[in-house]
């Protein structure tokens, strides 16, 4: 089969295509007929080996697991002999476990109790490998910060992959929703479901006497120290990025009536899945797609979405859907 592989940490133009063994399914796995797959910020960090931490998980010296990529999209093409949850042609979508990658390929073999399950009706296998990330992400920092119905949220960066699962997400849990981001995107976060979106270029939202509940940090570009004023007593500024936060956390647990969280590591569960597909299946979810990439131009969507510009989510398609 074909992969995208990468054997040392470095710029984007360390992966490149093989062909490799087709993996063959234990008797609890499935094997996956990938239709599609996405270049995730977790990728790019991951291939980089940056920050240094994700070595210890990854590889020290190189990497461990030679394909990269965490959702897909796909058709199940054989079952192990001990698998009742899925059989031959069902179509799944989902994700790789934590610390687990490898959709980057025609083929991968996945436990049926990893994050997978069969894919919402009506949506396209591109949309269908475009969702898990974002959604898991969000949803572990929405929890984390014990959001419930009523509180005023501010989902900031939220135009990203994480931003746009968040403010569906806080959404769905019946919160007050302000959004930022850039000009251009200002309609496309409007339309996800925010009460109000704030233009980051226009104006800057610590400055304009509004106070929250949550303010979700969901690109890792603003900073408790910047935005705590903003934050009502009680509130909490949630991070998905920055290893200060991890110090803050710890700080701000004991001291002060503003909390930083950052929780981390994410954890993939089929559970969260599950509750995804239905979301999309009631129409409470969308699909945000920026750019479709084939799977030999790994390197130029690598490249885009290293520019942090992204809106949503970038696709790499496998197999013809
Ligand atoms: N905690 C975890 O386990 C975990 C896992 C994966 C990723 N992450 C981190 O989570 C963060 C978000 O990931 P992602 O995939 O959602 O990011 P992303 O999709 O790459 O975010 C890109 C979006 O952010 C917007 N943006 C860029 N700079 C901005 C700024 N200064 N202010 C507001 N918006 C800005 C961009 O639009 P404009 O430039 O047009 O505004 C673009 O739409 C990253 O820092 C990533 O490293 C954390």
Redesign the pocket.
Known sequence: MRAVVYDRYGPPEVQHLEDIERPVPKADEVLIKIRATSV???DC?VRAGEPFIVRLYFGLRRPKQRILGTELAGEVEAVGAAVTEFVVGDQVFGSTSAFKSGTHAEFICMPESAPLARKPAGMTFDEAAAVT??VV?AL??LEAAGISKGQRILV????????TAGVQLARYFETDVTA???T??LELVGSLGADRVID?TAEDFTKNGETYDVIFD?????SFSRCRGSLRRGGCYVA??GLRNLFLALWTSRIGDKKVL?????HYTKKNVLFLKDLIEAGKYRAVIDRRYPLEEVVEATKY?ET??????VVLTVIGT
Request: aromatic share 8%; with cysteine.
């Open positions: 995730t910020r977790t960090g990330d974002g992400l572990m920092c900031y960066g939220a135009s990203g992959a994480i931003g930022v981001c850039n251009k995107n980051y969901a690109v890792g570009k603003h998905t990025d950052f929780p981390i590591p994410p979405v942090h510009q992204k809106t949503g989510n």
